[in-house]
Each structure stands twice: as C-alpha cells, then as structure tokens.
C-alpha cells in the first residue's frame, strides 16, 4: 500500500486545496482554491508537551514574518497587513496540467505542484497569505508544518555542505526537536521563484539521498526532495515565471497551475 500523504483530490490546484470557484469569474477554465476540503478540520497534534510548544512557536514567527508586506526593499519601507490589502488571484490549471494525470480510475497521489505566473502576478505574495492563513490556524490546518524555503535566500547556501535537517535547522531553529521525517505528520515545502534559482539543479544526478540526516550540497539535497527520495511523503509547491518552469522534469510534477490576476 502506497503511504505518500496527499492533498485529497479537489485540494490545492486539484492537488493542494481545491481553490474556490468565484462566481463572478468565467468558469471556462478550471478554478482551483488554496483551501482544503479538510482545512478546517481539527489539526493532528503532535507528541509531546515539548513539540507542541515548538510547534507554536514555530507558527508564531511564521506569523511575524509573513503578516506585513512593504513599500521598498529590504523591509525599509512602511509595512502593510498583508490581510488588509490582499486580492484574490484567479488560479486555473494550465495546459501543461494534464502532465502525470492519473488514467480514470487511477488514485494517483498529487504531491508536487508548479505554479507558473508572469512577473508581478502575485505569486510570492500569494504564497505569503496561504502561510499566513495557515499560521493564524485559518485555512489547511491538516498540514501540519509548512515550510517556507525561497530560492532568493536558498541561493545564499549554494556552497554549503549539510543534511536537509541541518538545512532546516538553519532556516528554522525551532524545528529541532520536531521529528519531520515521521509518515504521520503532513509536511508542506514551498520553494518560491524557481526562476531565481542558482542552484545546480541537476535530476540527471545518480546521487541518490534518503535520509534526512546524510550530508550533500544544497542542490543535491533539492533535487532529492522534488524527486522524493527524501521524505517521499511530503508535499512539495513551487512557483515560477513561466520561462523557468521546465528546470523541474514534468515527471516529478503532478499538477501545473498558472496565476491570472481577476479582472475587477
């Protein structure tokens, strides 16, 4: 029996959380929403007083870091809630969609989408309010970590050697004595802007990881996760700009959307 978690089927992008049709919107295309059918449900506890305080600490500076956005750069500017100004994206699948759909008939686990989108469009922003969604215990809350890695700030570890636990541990501290690698526990990765990245992403490699705690180079350790060698059971988002998206083989992708800005 195969034990990859999955977004039910319906969940984002018909594989995260179905995304809510609106109907003021054309519904030609397919619309998806970033809520789960079991979003609201009550969230799986972890074990342990010591981890659930973790947990909630590691929610809470999710929640910090993702409640403001900013006018200008390096957060220099005036911060903004991000909850007081956010538009709703139009997210429809894409052609390329139909990549890896499983044969009627078939449950085919959908643990990887690609979302594509023009520059501007809204997706880094759009991956901050499902964060915070989530952190503010909203929406997706059988997910039970989410964690956030951009490639912008991936691409500063690019000559690091270290295990996906380790690289974890320096993105997030709190997360120590969280045992990520267990089946029972629903983890999401989010690698924003695939086409910033400057990573060596090379699927060709026969460099095999399986464990979170063997030691490789940060492109390595990537290209093992997307693969699902490495904590095969997690979920993986990414986004990109259009002409970036293809640096993910297809196969190792199970659903394509693409971000369209609602026409008011």
């Not at 909203?138 to 570890?157: A, G, T």
């Not at 979920?235 to 971000?259: F, G, K, M, Q, Y």
Request: aromatic share 8%; hydrophobic share 35%; charged share 25%.
């Amino acid at each position: 029996m195969d034990d990859t978690q999955t977004f039910s089927h319906g969940d984002f992008s018909r594989g995260f959380s179905r995304f809510k049709g609106d109907g003021s919107i054309s519904p030609e295309p397919s619309c998806v929403s970033m809520k789960s059918d079991q979003s609201m449900g009550e969230p799986v506890e972890f074990k342990g007083k010591r981890t659930s305080t973790d947990l909630s600490t590691f929610k809470s500076n999710l929640l910090k870091k993702f409640q403001c956005l900013y006018e200008g750069t390096a957060k220099k500017g005036n911060p903004t809630l991000l909850n007081e100004i956010y538009t709703e994206l139009y997210i429809t699948e894409s052609e390329s969609g139909e990549i890896n759909r499983p044969l009627p008939g078939q449950d085919k686990p959908i643990r990887t989408v690609l979302t594509k989108g023009v520059a501007g469009i809204g997706k880094t922003v759009s991956v901050q309010k499902f964060i915070l969604d989530w952190a503010e215990g909203k929406e997706n809350q059988d997910v039970q970590l989410i964690f956030p890695l951009p490639f912008r700030e991936l691409n500063l570890m690019k000559d690091k050697t270290l295990s996906l636990s380790g690289l974890l541990h320096v993105f997030f501290p709190e997360t120590k004595e969280m045992e990520i690698s267990s089946e029972e526990y629903k983890v999401l990765f989010i690698f924003d802007g695939l086409d910033e990245c400057r990573l060596s992403l090379n699927f060709k490699s026969k460099v095999k990881l399986c464990n979170i705690s063997e030691s490789a180079s940060v492109d390595v350790l990537l290209m093992n996760l997307i693969v699902g060698n490495l904590l095969p059971s997690a979920l993986i988002w990414i986004t990109s700009r259009p002409a970036a998206a293809d640096l993910v083989p297809s196969e190792c992708v199970h659903r394509v959307t693409e971000n369209l800005l609602v026409q008011q």
